[in-house]
């Protein structure tokens, strides 16, 4: 069974400051790893997706992310937050061709201006 | 450009009466889908998934029922609602079956009463 946990419920920092949101995953064969952002009232947007070669990845808006096979972790960073990042983030994790995304319960990541 | 639409944005409904929400996609042919669902403050959860007309696969039982169509059109329903069944709905679609990235919707904000 597939599954990813972000130990971090909520992140608290100030505005400018660098920031890392964790996620650990479970996945027995090649895993396709997410970072996804929400909005208040709004759907997922995707920040950035790692299938495979170069184990940092870039995103949008300044994020990134980097797969690490040995520690099964897809840790998000970002070197210095806006008031406008504040929002829940959420890992996710799928494999070829199962037609399961399964997401962890999320970061509620809030930015002090 | 692709385009997803969700509909209706909010409901509120009684416990035991009908549901239908549906998802429509338009720019890609024959796309997969997908239905989540949300709690408040909680992770997504899969509900249901497409990957052509008239298929759909249940990945998680809550008493509700998916179909598609039409190519572009997915709808969740059900016959009586339940309490439990308070919750963001939202619909996404992708190219290719759990590898290629999910795009979501804006979503459907359920209260039942």
């Known amino acids: 069974a597939q599954s990813v946990t972000q130990p971090d419920a909520r992140v608290t920092v100030s505005e400018g400051a660098s920031l890392q949101l964790r996620c650990k995953y479970s996945y027995s064969a090649t895993p396709y790893l997410f970072w996804y952002v929400q909005y208040p009232r709004q759907g997922l947007q995707l920040l950035l997706k790692?299938?495979?070669?170069?184990?940092v990845v870039q995103g949008v808006n300044g994020f990134e992310a980097e797969f690490s096979k040995s520690n099964s972790s897809f840790h998000l960073r970002k070197a210095s937050v806006h008031w406008s990042d504040s929002a829940v983030y959420f890992c996710?994790?799928?494999?070829?061709?199962?037609?399961?995304?399964?997401f962890g319960h999320g970061t509620i990541l809030r930015v002090h201006p | 450009a692709q385009t997803i639409h969700q509909w209706p944005v909010a409901e509120i409904k009684a416990v035991g009466s009908p549901l239908s929400l549906g998802c429509t996609i338009k720019?890609?042919?024959?796309?997969?889908l997908y239905w989540y669902w949300q709690a408040t403050g909680g992770t997504l959860q899969q509900l249901f998934y497409s990957i052509t007309v008239g298929q759909v696969e249940s990945v998680v039982q809550l008493n509700l029922s998916a179909s598609r169509p039409k190519d572009d059109q997915f709808i969740l329903s059900t016959e009586k609602l339940l309490l439990s069944h308070s919750g963001f709905y939202l619909c996404?679609?992708?190219?290719?079956?759990?590898?290629?990235?999910?795009?979501f919707g804006s979503g459907t904000r359920l209260t039942v009463l």
């Open positions: 996710a994790v799928t494999g070829a061709n199962t037609g399961k995304l399964t």
């Open positions: 720019g890609k042919s024959s796309p997969n």
């Open positions: 790692y299938y495979s070669g170069d184990p």
């Open positions: 996404a679609w992708s190219l290719l079956g759990g590898t290629e990235t999910l795009y």
